[in-house]
């Protein structure tokens, strides 16, 4: 497996990264651990107050699907419970307040059908005696009008749920939920990932039809779903040798957010008893503002739809071009096509919630846009790195370093820094002038950053770094 590079913690805005920092101090645990918790954390609070639009005024949600791979004693459990706390808090007061609602509103249905039923049998009274009754369908009438409304069941966190009480949930009037587990195990070995498509479809905001036998059909409009999920990495791969195949052909994964952090077991010394509380308070603030707000407007149907300023829109299309480049012939991306097509539209995503969560006003800055880029470009790397295929790299690496040589010494023996692809074909080693085994060992050493390529017109140009 290739080698990982740190989470760029310093890219988030001061009261996330201080956050973070804080967190890491009170568990040792991994920082993109506590960063990727930190960010379904932060989705699952906005998603139902803002949207982001890209070019041409493309609007999508904002949520984000994030799966951390991490072995039991990383302190999952405790990260999660640290970030997620005034959530949780949030979660059992609207349980309880449901709850007193749902007796009020059990007792006014009594009476309500308790007058309803004397109205309904007056009615049938003076209809079977001739009488005249447009009185008391007039109250009836007024009744009707006024029956008591159940009280709303607002459930934002689901641990582990089949499909279908998903959809019934989502086709009530709470329309935001977040699936997150710190041990998803039961999550990947359950239910609740049964129906990838309705997944994908709510990643992508779109109509989702639920029918039933015995019931009309209802629709799923505008709905938002975060999936945040720490799982053990052995879990994990048994999955992909289960629905791997299913999962990344129509994708699921191409839409997730994965890393496999490095461990710290072993290291978490503790240096000084002491460690800062002020600033996990401050995040926690901010979090409950928008989750009560995200609440307080749910069936208003006004979320905000956050634009790029114009220098932002520049720099994200020129993002796209370059991920669009990589996903060529010998591109970083060659073999992640359909995860690449996706890595647009989540540092979209990204760059939304950082701004609304740090109270930024206007338009999505450069420099939060560029925060994004260096985030979901970090978690490319993760997922090359996680699904990068051992026994091909085991059976290219060692040619591949021979063709590095090669193009070293040539360049250095011609006096070049660079030289042609065409130019191996011609006067390079036998086994290398095959062109697709050269495009392969080629890929190789552009994965591994031994190489940069550049395009002009119908030429490539090779130069070792």
């Known amino acids: 497996m290739l080698c990982m590079r740190p989470?760029?913690?310093?890219?988030?805005?001061p009261i996330i990264r201080n956050a973070i920092h804080e967190v890491e101090q009170h568990t040792q645990a991994p920082l993109s651990l506590i960063a990727a918790s930190v960010l379904g954390t932060i989705s699952l609070a906005s998603q139902n107050s803002i949207d982001v639009c890209r070019l041409n005024n493309l609007r999508?949600?904002?949520?984000?699907?994030?799966?951390?791979?991490?072995?039991?004693?990383?302190?999952?459990?405790?990260?999660?419970?640290?970030?997620?706390k005034p959530l949780y808090r949030l979660e059992e007061g609207l349980f309880e307040t449901y709850n007193h609602e749902l007796t009020n509103w059990q007792n006014e249905k009594i009476a309500f059908n308790t007058e309803k039923k004397a109205l309904m049998s007056k009615i049938k009274s003076d209809i079977r005696l001739n009488k005249d009754h447009s009185i008391t369908n007039e109250r009836l009438k007024a009744l009707l009008s006024k029956s008591p409304e159940a009280p709303v069941r607002y459930k934002q966190i689901f641990n582990d749920a089949t499909p279908a009480a998903l959809k019934e949930y989502l086709c009530g009037s709470w329309r935001s939920i977040g699936i997150m587990s710190d041990e998803?195990?039961?999550?990947?070995?359950g239910y609740t990932?049964?129906?990838?498509?309705?997944?994908?479809?709510?990643?992508?905001?779109?109509?989702?039809?639920?029918?039933?036998?015995?019931?009309p059909e209802k629709l799923i409009k505008d709905a938002r779903i975060t999936l945040a999920l720490m799982v053990q990495p052995d879990i994990f791969k048994a999955y992909i040798k289960r629905k791997g195949d299913i999962a990344k052909g129509i994708g699921f994964f191409a839409r997730c957010l994965i890393c496999q952090p490095s461990s710290t077991q072993g290291y978490r010394q503790i240096i000084s008893p002491t460690s800062s509380s002020e600033h996990l308070p401050k995040f926690h603030q901010r979090l409950i503002e928008i989750a009560n707000r995200s609440i307080a407007t749910n069936n208003k149907n006004d979320r905000q739809c956050l634009h790029f300023s114009h220098e932002a829109e520049n720099r994200w299309i020129e993002f796209y071009n370059k991920v669009e480049s990589e996903m060529g012939l010998i591109g970083h991306l060659s073999d992640f096509k359909d995860y690449a097509s996706k890595i647009a539209e989540n540092t979209a995503r990204i760059a939304a919630l950082l701004h609304h969560f740090n109270c930024d006003e206007g338009n999505i800055s450069l420099k939060v846009l560029e925060a994004a880029i260096e985030i979901s470009a970090w978690y490319v790397d993760e997922y090359v790195r996680i699904f990068t295929k051992p026994q091909t790299m085991l059976l290219v690496s060692s040619e591949a370093d021979e063709l590095c040589s090669w193009i070293k010494e040539y360049c250095c023996r011609c006096l070049m820094p660079y030289l042609r692809k065409n130019t191996i074909l011609q006067y390079g080693p036998?086994?290398?002038?095959?062109?697709?085994?050269?495009?392969e060992l080629l890929s190789t050493l552009l994965s591994q950053g031994k190489i940069r390529v550049e395009k002009r017109r119908n030429t490539l140009f090779i130069q070792t770094v």
Request: charged content about 25%; hydrophobic content about 40%; glycine content about 4%.
């Open 193 to 215: 990932l049964n129906e990838l498509p309705f997944i994908n479809k709510m990643w992508d905001g779109a109509t989702f039809s639920v029918e039933r036998k015995s019931e």
């Open 7 to 13: 989470f760029p913690v310093h890219v988030f805005p």
């Open 60 to 84: 999508s949600p904002a949520s984000l699907f994030l799966m951390t791979l991490a072995e039991s004693g990383e302190r999952k459990s405790t990260v999660d419970k640290l970030l997620m």
């Open 430 to 439: 036998n086994k290398f002038r095959s062109r697709e085994k050269l495009n």
């Open 184 to 189: 998803a195990g039961t999550i990947f070995n």
